[in-house]
């Protein structure tokens, strides 16, 4: 049976609320840890199955519903609670962080069912009102946070601001046309904004990225550390994801993310520029998604401009790392330093 657990996570006491960026963060490693999990161990070596989950960050901590598959409640909410506790336990920045509530939601046919499928002496107790205590035993159910009208409002307002940052595509990229596009002005500057606000985070989590495997390193593929934009790369190659490889791959970064911001693109540059733009883009839509801006229209605008990066390309992302930093053609320029591999 799938169950619905709630996990609330909440910052530790006195700590300062989280701003927006930070928040952006916050969803990156818990989506990142999430998606790295494909089974929870449960209770006595029970394979529990995780077959989704959403994710939403407030400033006060962060709100992760988990549809787990399990023979009961009890087993479900314990899977559940584990494997968020490890996630912020291998994560330096969430490490601290606090589980205030694990539940499903009760409900009597739920409850019933999960009763009537549970066996043997850990099966929960037979009376409703019994196993209603014991659930709520752990701690008081907290009042999830949402996103009031005013911040979705703001962050809407943000990139719509930061859209004419984008100098080198103009919203007819997105789809937008003030005759017959498909997307409207509004869609495709909260669009081009988010790519620009992404911007800061794809280089903040190269920076980060880059200080952890000069600590833990040599090679990612040596390391335990969770990283925000290494572990992502294709795992083959993670003996090659070098702290020299790490420096090169910021730099190719920033000069593809300042050329977004100047009259004239040129096109992408190398396999790592494509990688590159690939997160750009993902991080995008996830910053609109989380704060209820990802429409149709927008995510068509994030599409079509996707759409006209990568058209004209015929790349092997597969190829072999150190080929990454190597120009498509004579046309093209990858900047100094991320060419040299020595």
């Known amino acids: 049976m799938t169950y619905a657990v709630t996990v609330d996570v909440q910052l530790p006491a006195g700590s300062p609320e989280l701003d927006a960026l930070q928040r952006e963060g916050v969803a990156f490693l818990l989506r990142k840890g999430l998606d790295s999990v494909e089974a929870i161990e449960g209770p006595d070596g029970m394979e529990v199955g995780l077959t ?18 399990a023979p009961a409640l009890e087993f479900a909410e314990e899977a559940a609670g584990e494997v968020v506790a490890e996630l912020l336990e291998r994560s330096e920045l969430l490490g ?16 019933q069912e999960s009763l ?11 009376d409703l009102a019994e196993r209603a205590r014991r659930h709520r035993a752990g701690a008081p159910p907290v009042a999830p946070h949402r996103l009031d ?36 002005r509004q869609a495709a500057e909260v669009a081009a904004g988010a790519v620009v606000h992404s911007i800061d985070l794809l280089v903040d989590g190269l920076f980060t990225d880059l200080a952890g495997l000069e600590e833990d390193g040599p090679t990612v593929a040596d390391s335990d550390a969770a990283f925000m934009i290494l572990d992502d790369l294709p795992p083959q190659f993670a003996v090659h994801y070098t702290a020299l490889f790490a420096r090169r791959l910021t730099a190719t970064a920033v000069t593809m993310t300042g050329r977004l911001t100047q009259p004239h693109f040129g096109g992408l540059s190398c396999v790592a520029e494509e990688l590159l733009m690939r997160f750009l883009l993902a991080q995008a839509e996830v910053t609109t998604d989380l704060y209820g801006l990802l429409t149709e229209e927008v995510g068509t605008a994030l599409e079509t401009f996707a759409n006209g990066l990568y058209s004209y390309e015929d790349t092997d992302p597969e190829s072999k790392a150190e080929d990454w930093f190597t120009p498509f053609d004579a046309g093209r320029c990858v900047h100094p330093y991320a060419a040299n591999d020595d």
């Open 52 to 69: 989704d989950d959403l994710i939403a960050v407030h400033p006060g901590g962060a709100i992760l519903k988990l549809f787990v598959d």
């Open 96 to 111: 601290e962080w606090e589980i205030a509530r694990c539940e499903v939601d009760l409900h009597p046919d739920l409850l």
């Open 116 to 126: 009537d499928a549970a066996d043997g002496p850990d099966a929960p107790p037979a």
């Open 149 to 184: 009208h005013s911040e979705v409002e703001a962050m809407r307002d943000r990139l719509r601001s930061l859209a004419p940052a984008l100098k080198a595509f103009p919203l007819e990229a997105f789809g937008h046309s003030e005759t017959d596009g498909t997307v409207g």
